[in-house]
């Protein structure tokens, strides 16, 4: 039903509860004691049920402190822009819930950066953040992004060696099972390039075998087709990991074994920029990532295997900090993510291959947990994610297999069967349009 609001600092009352307006009959009218503040002039309806105002003193455009319990009739307080508004200690502000609101052409929420979020946030704010540059909320834990995709949930794998460096690029639907199909081919054929994606595209760079290469290429995740040049890395590189958050990727380690990590911002075209350096100097290395943490694991060090994790803030760039340890020693192992917990697969330790699978939740610290078993003991497979499945694709041990297999990465367990690659093939590359470090739901 329809509410009439009285204007500031009227004193009215209702002589009865029910009002009748709308017609000419003389009977008709709004009977108000005092003085009636405001012209009306009300067609079209018969009865006002109810009616809204203001308390006596207007409340509105100054600071404004409370000292003692305070509600209003119309539920409202307003507080001029730039002023402050508080409530003593022992005090209580009654505050009103709209039922609907309409805007006209433009709502903003509070914007700023990573480091000016709330120290305290509660469950439901949402927020403008400008380093990610996209809206993001607070869910009770961390926060996260919203992202309106359209993702398929397709993983595509590139690259690799099977007897010679290889340029096949295949996709899944990382929701079914099945043999992998015929994406394309990369613009050069190259073993262990890092890789990262957006929803829409995919990113590889470097690799190379022996000659490492400084090529940075793209494909659109959705559609079929060959590689398009997307510019270069700062430093021809091979064996580095990829991770990303929605708009930037990062390449870490590589071979010669160095500790450089690269960004690039995957929406555009162009260069790899410096970001800063990791924990610790290696290749071979693995990668995953949350909306705002890229997260690296084992390698070869310079010269030993490592069970190293490092990580950095995507939207930023420094160096790399210490998170903890996988569970062994490894090298070659392969990461993938949902948007809250980190998967790195098989690897070498440093001779043996194994099959063990670690996990780690991301926005902590600490050491890498025991999750299962591939299903077959393998290192330098390739792995990509949706945001409730890890599969791993390829390898070796000790010759090069097809393989992929898959595991449900909220859960811990053994990884089962999924199909297999269109070549059997070691150190592809893969990302996916719809992994852990894009944010959102």
Known sequence: MPTIRIGFGSDFSLVNQLVGVGTTAADSKLEVTNTLKGDFNITGFTTLTRYGGFVGQKQSGDDITITTSVTTISEDIIVGLGKTFTVSVGSTAEVGILDNVSIG????????????????????????????????????????????????????????????????????TISSTGNAQDFGDLTQARFYPGV????????????????????????????EGNAIDFGDLITASQQSAGCSSSTRGIFGGGSPTVNIIEYITITTLGNALDFGDLFEVRRSLGACSSSTRGIFGGGIGSPTVVSTIDFVTIASTGNAVDFGDLTQIRRGPAGCSSSTRGIFG????????????????????????????????????????????????????????????????????NAQDFGDLTYARWSAGACSDSHGGLGGF
Do not use: K
């Open 346 to 413: 098989g690897g070498a330790t440093p001779t043996p291959q194994v099959n063990t699978i670690d996990y780690i939740t991301m926005s902590s610290t600490g050491n890498a947990t025991g999750f299962g078993d591939l299903t077959e003991i393998r290192s330098s497979s390739s792995a990509c994610s949706s945001s409730t499945r890890g599969v791993f694709g390829g390898g070796y041990n000790p010759t090069i297999r097809n393989t992929i297999d898959f595991i449900t990465i909220a859960t811990t367990g």
């Open 196 to 223: 990262c994606s957006s929803n829409i595209r995919g990113v590889f760079s470097g690799g190379g075998f022996p000659t490492s290469f400084n090529i940075i290429d793209y494909v659109t995740i959705a559609s």
């Open 105 to 172: 052409t433009h709502f903003s929420v509070p914007n700023g950066g990573i480091a000016s979020r709330t120290e305290e946030p509660v469950e439901g704010m949402v927020r403008f953040n400008n380093d990610l540059n996209t809206l993001e909320f607070y869910n009770g834990v961390e926060w996260r992004q919203f992202t309106v995709t359209g993702a398929s949930g397709r993983g595509v794998i590139g690259g690799g060696y099977d007897g010679a460096n290889n340029g096949t690029i295949d996709y899944i």
